[in-house]
């Protein structure tokens, strides 16, 4: 299906790296930057990609009564109400049956979104209300209370959409440890395998005999494992015995490729290292300075956007409700946080798709810029295909 085809988007140009280029054939593997009322372009798109989205991630005006950008940011709550309930409505359609939904909001809409959020995606496919840490400090600045958060709705279409994150560095760096597994298991880090504080249970007390004989007696010990688990870890030398302060104790092997205990490999037949659920608190991800900074980098230490959302961040969340090979749509583009975030991803042999919408005149002096400034800087061989929407002053 060629998108070129449609008679409501118009002056198509592909961008890479290298600048704009010939068109060729659009396809639904394209990423796209289209300009034009994110309503209206959405209705186009829908017959090309109803049910294919598996990410929607908007950061829509909070309406705080300010006009950057001439967002309109300053309209009568209902007004606003209507103006989030139409989209919402519509985006509900290109959602995949496992697909999810980031709504980035703040304290005065949060409650109200909730609610128009439950009655069309449905109170059952409520997720949870991630609270991401925007800023640190500030309290002095502040009238009363120095708000350093903001909140992010998820939601799922149906199906559960939710996978765990990559570990960050600093977690990495535990698994320190080396064994006969290293090659298909990776590193390992070690945990004692004793907890009293685990529900009292007969089958996690027994004795353990240690390399020199001594017991370890049942009644002084509650193992995190039975006696059956112990000794098949014990003959799989996943089980490692030291003396601390001239005590036997005992700790069993968690390796960084292993979840709950199986392998899992790639589409090339590489073990995939263990991930992490997404906590519902953003604490030490990134901040809105960063959003600055990124946007700095792009464009030679200037600001041309105010409180983009940080590439760090979005990633995150993209890595968190998508695969490669699926398609990322943000109909409130913006500058492009999450076209470049995307890139970023399909620079680590990640690749997915984005389609991004913005309805203001500097998408042309910023956000078409700065996708395409990201491709020089992941030094991508990916193209991306800018549009308007027919019609659109």
């Not at 980031?102 to 995606?121: E, P, Q, S």
């Not at 290293?182 to 590193?187: A, Q």
Request: aromatic letters at 12%; charged letters at 25%.
């Amino acid at each position: 299906m060629n998108l070129a085809d449609s008679n409501n988007l118009i002056n198509w140009k592909r961008y890479s790296k290298a600048g704009s280029i010939a068109l060729g054939a659009i396809n639904l593997n394209d990423n796209l930057l289209i300009k034009g009322d994110n309503l209206v372009v959405l209705e186009t798109l829908l017959p090309f990609y109803k049910n294919k989205i598996k990410l929607i991630c908007i950061d829509p005006p909070y309406n705080t009564g300010g006009n950057k950008f001439n967002y309109g940011d300053n309209v009568s709550h209902t007004e606003w109400l209507n103006f989030m309930e139409s989209r919402l409505k519509l985006a509900r359609n290109f959602l995949s049956d496992n697909g999810i939904i980031y709504i980035h909001c703040d304290d005065r809409k949060n409650a109200y979104l909730k609610v128009l959020c439950d009655g069309i995606f449905g109170r059952d496919n409520f997720i949870t209300n991630l609270i991401w840490r925007k800023k640190a400090g500030g309290a002095n600045d502040s009238q009363d209370i120095a708000v350093e958060h903001e909140y992010i709705l998820a939601y799922r279409k149906n199906k559960n959409g939710i996978y765990k994150v990559p570990l960050d560095d600093k977690t990495i760096a535990t698994y320190k440890y080396e064994d006969e597994k290293l090659e298909t298991h990776g590193k390992y880090k070690i945990k004692d395998l004793n907890d009293p504080s685990l529900s009292d249970s007969p089958g996690l007390h027994f004795d353990i005999e240690c390399p020199d004989g001594g017991i370890l007696e049942a009644g002084e010990y509650q193992w995190k494992c039975n006696q059956s688990t112990f000794l098949k870890r014990l003959n799989d030398n996943r089980i490692i015995f030291k003396k601390v302060n001239r005590k036997w104790k005992v700790y069993y092997k968690i390796y960084l490729n292993e979840q709950r205990g199986k392998l899992h490999y790639d589409k090339d037949g590489n073990p995939v290292q263990r991930g992490r659920n997404l906590s519902s608190i953003l604490y030490n991800i990134a901040l809105n300075k960063d959003g600055s900074t990124d946007i700095k980098n792009i464009f030679d230490g200037e600001k041309p956007f105010t409180y983009p959302k940080p590439v760090k961040l979005i990633k995150l969340l993209i890595q968190s409700a998508t695969k490669p090979g699926d398609i990322v749509l943000d109909f409130f583009a913006g500058s492009g946080t999450t076209g470049q975030a995307t890139l970023e991803l399909n620079q680590e042999n990640d690749p997915r798709t984005f389609i991004l919408i913005e309805d203001k005149d500097f998408i042309q002096d910023i956000t078409v810029p700065r996708i395409q400034k990201s491709l020089d800087l992941y030094n991508s061989n990916e193209s991306f295909v800018y549009c308007e929407y027919n019609g659109f002053n």
